[in-house]
Each structure stands twice: as C-alpha cells, then as structure tokens.
C-alpha cells in the first residue's frame, strides 16, 4: 500500500521560505514522477510542479521563480522550497506521485 | 503550456440522474494522458480515471471517462449521495501539468 507523507512547517512569515518533505512508503521514489500540489482556502488545485529521481523537474511557470525541488532517494523522500511567500501562499499543500497516489495535505499559513 | 476549462461551473442534479462534466484543452492532450480526480470538503482528491478513459482501482463503473485530442467528458450513469463533490480533470502528457477550475456537482 502507497502511502504519502507530508511534513513540515504550519506556518510561515511573510518574505521567508516555505519548506516542506514528503516522505514515500509501499514503492521506491525510482517510480513515478512526484509533484507537489496546492489549493488555497474554498479554491481549486494549482499544480506547482515534479521531480524525477533523476533530478528532472518541471515547475509551474507562474511559480518556477521561486521554487525548488529535490530528492533524497536514501530516504525515499522529496522535498519541496518556496521562497518570498506571501499571504496569497496559504494553501494546503499536497504531495503526489504521477496522478495516483496522494498525501493527506498539510496546512501552511503565511503570517507575521 | 496547456490551459484546461472545465465546464460547467456546477451542476444541480438528483441522485439517481446522469452527470456530464466536460473537459476542453487548449491544445491537444498527448497520448490522452488526462485524469480525472473527485474531492469532498477536506479531504485529498482521489484518482477517479487516468488515460482518459481507464478506471482507477476500486472506482465504481458508474464512473466513465470518455474522448481524445482536446475534448474530454466524466459521465456518472447514475448519481448517488456520496458522488456530490467537486470533479477536477488534469492533464499529465506534456509538462506543465495544470488542472481545471473544477466542476461542483450539487445536491438538487
């Protein structure tokens, strides 16, 4: 059984960088492509982007300046780095493999 | 970069009645590599249909998925009670991977 964790922070201040891992269980981080998804308060979902193991990524271009993504294949985890949040980042923040198997989401507000 | 728009909005519908939720692409969709999620009030989405037309495991066969190129359709044959969510489709050929706006398909 596949199972996606999401860990990190639940809030964040205004200009700094938002920081999060998703740990993998049930298959290797060598399968699949993996993204990180968002969807603030009453709204839709907004792709931020993936990563291969191979350290392949392809981010949302509205986003792509100020993410990050990386891998640890040791740890069977990846990692995703939001820099200069604003408020408009306040979002549930998911992590995903290539369209299958979803974390349960994790809160990040951005607040002084 | 693809854009998705899904139509409609919402859609006010009886258990029992027949839901059709469109899917238009900008461009055309490689290898029809769209899926389709549910969500309900807070909770992650779930995987409903992949490839445009292949059930994911454990999905109802209500469910269907149906079209090619830049138009694709969700059909459920029939609404049950726990079907009222919001319905994203998604597609993953070709990077950016976007989503669409969503579609809420509401209790009547």
């Not at chain 1, 996606?4 to 981080?29: N, R």
């Not at chain 2, 469109?22 to 461009?27: F, I, L, V």
């Not at chain 2, 779930?46 to 059930?55: E, M, P, T």
């Amino acid at each position: 059984q596949v199972q996606l964790q999401e860990s990190g922070p639940g809030l964040v201040k205004p200009s700094e960088t938002l920081s999060l891992t998703c740990t993998v269980s049930g298959a290797s981080i060598t399968s699949y492509y993996w993204n990180w998804i968002r969807q603030p308060p009453g709204k839709g979902l907004e792709w931020i982007g993936y990563i291969h193991y191979t350290g392949t990524t392809s981010y949302n271009p509205s986003l792509k300046s100020r993410v990050t993504m990386s891998v640890d294949t040791s740890k069977n985890q990846f990692s995703l780095k939001l820099s200069s949040v604003t408020a408009a980042d306040t979002a549930v923040y998911y992590c995903a493999s290539t369209v299958q198997y979803w974390g349960q989401g994790t809160l990040v507000t951005v607040s002084s | 970069e693809i854009v998705l728009t899904q139509s409609p909005g919402s859609l006010s519908l009886s258990p029992g009645e027949r839901a059709t939720l469109s899917c238009r692409a900008s461009q055309s969709v490689t290898s029809n590599y769209l899926a389709w999620y549910q969500q309900k009030p807070g909770q992650a989405p779930r995987l409903l249909i992949y490839g445009a037309s292949s059930r994911a495991t454990g999905i109802p066969d209500r469910f269907s998925g149906s079209g090619s190129g830049t138009d694709f359709t969700l059909t459920i044959s029939r609404l049950e009670p726990e079907d009222f969510a919001v319905y994203y489709c998604q597609q993953y050929g070709r990077s950016p991977w976007p989503f669409g706006q969503g579609t809420r398909v509401e209790i009547k």
